[in-house]
């Protein structure tokens, strides 16, 4: 069982900045990937970036490609979303998935292919 914890979360105006964390409760983190989602309101919940854990290879969404920069720190089975030059259409629900299977490329963006979820932090953006 994985446990995921987000922080950071917050009001900042367009143009700011701000730092995600999520926090893996319990033994090392052993799955394939660690990525971060977001749901606005009203809509689904759409894939943002992701990491690989063995390689430490990133993919994000064209959305937030040169802005958002996902990290990770292995001594303390975290990761990390910062978030610059931030848009009011950033604001949503942030929450960090984990995948313990095989990683695939093909399915990275996809909701199903995450066994573990955290309970999400807001994130707003005022103009």
């Known amino acids: 069982q994985v446990q995921l914890v987000e922080s950071g979360g917050g009001l900042v105006q367009a143009g700011g900045s701000l730092r995600l964390s999520c926090a893996t409760s319990?033994?090392?983190?052993?799955?394939?990937?660690m990525a971060w989602f977001r749901q606005a309101p009203g809509k689904g919940r759409v894939f943002v970036g992701v990491?690989?854990?063995?390689?430490?290879?990133?993919y994000y969404a064209d959305s937030v490609q040169g802005r958002f920069t996902v990290s990770r720190d292995n001594a303390k089975n975290a990761v990390y979303l910062q978030m610059n030059r931030l848009k009011t259409e950033d604001t949503a629900v942030y929450y960090c998935?984990?995948?313990?299977?095989?990683?695939?490329?093909?399915?990275?963006?996809?909701?199903?292919?995450?066994?573990?979820w955290g309970q999400g932090t807001q994130v707003t953006v005022s103009s």
């Open positions: 998935a984990a995948r313990m299977g095989f990683f695939r490329d093909e399915s990275m963006t996809w909701t199903s292919e995450y066994d573990y």
């Open positions: 319990g033994r090392t983190f052993s799955g394939s990937a």
């Open positions: 990491i690989e854990w063995e390689r430490g290879k990133k």
